[in-house]
């Protein structure tokens, strides 16, 4: 087959369903697993950092570089299987060992990421997991008690996931070292690979869970100041009745208002819409696990829906009265707008009445000028015929005041038919 009629990323989009693929991993086994998040501007991370980064560990162990380009990256380090894989908010360091330390989570087994260079990080640890897998003990006594003696007893979950092939269990909490530990007790027989992919969902969930909870940080941050603008915009909408108070005046304040949710929205709108994703990443890890409750114990989609669920309520609640309270000042200001285009149309009425007034008063006062003007005319034109008529008017015996007197009648008869015409031509 011939490539020229291949799309130019078939193949690209292909690999990337194979890009991460599960670890294999023997019992028994303990894992390691640690995520870096840059507190801020992390979609805009400098992925350049993170590989230099991963480069300087895989340099302490003499191991080969990834891809300039590449997004995840498996290989050796010392003892240890490393898997690191680069999201879109953060990154992911995965240290996979063989054996189990005698002392349950031991601090030790976390050294394969030197404290020196996570300080180094371009980041912040997020999270840090200490994984112990051990075979499944014949009796669920035996594993109760030894989960008694690991776990906070308040806290415990644990289950029975993937049609029984594993009891896995934590408390999520965060013990003195500042790690989180998962125990998985796997049954004789189970593969490697279901192994691994158990391990890797565990991780999965506590990340995804760790992210989606920054949105309720934020959440909180952002109801404080909504709770400081929610009167403002309640006051201003109860005074849009009021004729105390200028609209222009009021609809300025509106629009800061308006303007500030604007802003809180587009600073806001990229974490919640995350927080959402996460969430939903975490139902659907904890749903493939398949659970199955153990000697009365809560499973993990209880201890989510107890403890988890109702902070992203929250954080939905919050992203709601947000959007609610951009649509009532939008609708306020909407409502003010037409108030005051109400308004100015008034005005703008009263003012044309006022300027029909004023035009018919020059009317008037234009006519009496029209008037008086026929007035002076006739009287210079009188006084020009006077000196036409006066030789004639001796001829004929006639004084020069009766001729005066016979030539004003036809002359102011004369002016005012004039300026009419030139009146009547001109509308």
């Known amino acids: ?142 594993i109760l008690a030894r989960l008694t003696e690991w776990f906070v007893p308040d806290s415990l979950t644990a289950s029975r996931v993937i049609d029984g092939a594993a009891i896995v269990a934590a408390d999520f909490r965060i013990d003195p070292a500042g790690h989180m530990r998962f125990a998985v007790f796997v049954r004789p027989g189970t593969g490697k690979r279901r192994v691994g992919r158990i391990v890797q969902r565990l991780c999965e969930i506590e990340t995804y869970r760790s992210m989606s909870m920054l949105g309720l940080m934020r959440a909180r941050a952002l109801t404080a100041r909504l709770n400081e603008l929610d009167p403002k915009l309640s006051n201003l909408v109860e005074a849009l ?36 994703a996460y969430e939903a990443i975490v139902n659907n890890r904890i749903q493939v696990l398949r659970e199955t409750r153990i000697n009365g114990r809560q499973t993990f989609a209880e201890f989510m829906m107890r403890r988890y669920d109702p902070a992203m309520r929250t954080v939905k609640s919050t992203e709601s009265r947000l959007k609610a309270l951009a649509n009532r000042s939008e609708n306020a200001a909407e409502l003010l707008r037409t108030r005051v285009d109400v308004e100015r149309s008034a005005q703008n009425q009263k003012l044309l009445e006022s300027m029909d007034k004023r035009a018919d008063l020059q009317l008037r006062l234009q006519r009496t000028v029209e008037g008086l003007s026929v007035v002076a005319i006739s009287y210079y034109a009188v006084n020009l015929g006077s000196y036409l008529a006066y030789p004639l008017a001796e001829s004929w015996g006639m004084s020069k005041g009766i001729a005066t007197a016979v030539l004003t009648p036809p002359v102011l008869l004369g002016v005012w038919l004039l300026i009419r015409q030139i009146r009547k031509q001109m509308h």
């Open 241 to 276: 009745d009021h004729t105390d108070r200028s609209p222009e005046a009021a609809l300025h304040d509106l629009l800061e208002i308006s303007s500030e949710l604007e802003r809180l929205a587009v600073q806001f709108s990229f974490r919640f819409g995350a927080t959402a």
């Open 1 to 142: 087959m011939s490539t020229d009629t291949d799309h130019p990323q078939r193949y690209a989009v292909v690999n990337e369903l194979h890009a991460r693929p599960f670890p294999a991993l023997s019992v028994p086994c303990h894992a390691v697993y640690v995520a870096i998040k840059e507190p801020k501007n992390a979609q805009n991370r400098d992925r350049d950092r993170d590989r230099a980064h991963l480069v300087e560990l895989l340099d302490r162990h003499g191991g080969a570089h990834p891809q300039p380009e590449a997004t995840h990256f498996s290989g050796p380090i010392g003892r240890h299987e490393l898997k690191w894989e680069s999201h879109t908010e953060f990154v992911t360091y995965s240290a996979f060992g063989e054996g189990v330390s005698k002392r349950p989570f031991d601090p030790a087994e976390a050294e394969v990421f030197p404290e020196d260079w996570l300080a180094r990080a371009n980041g912040k640890r997020l999270c840090s997991l200490l994984i112990r897998v051990e075979e499944m003990p014949e009796t669920e006594e035996e």
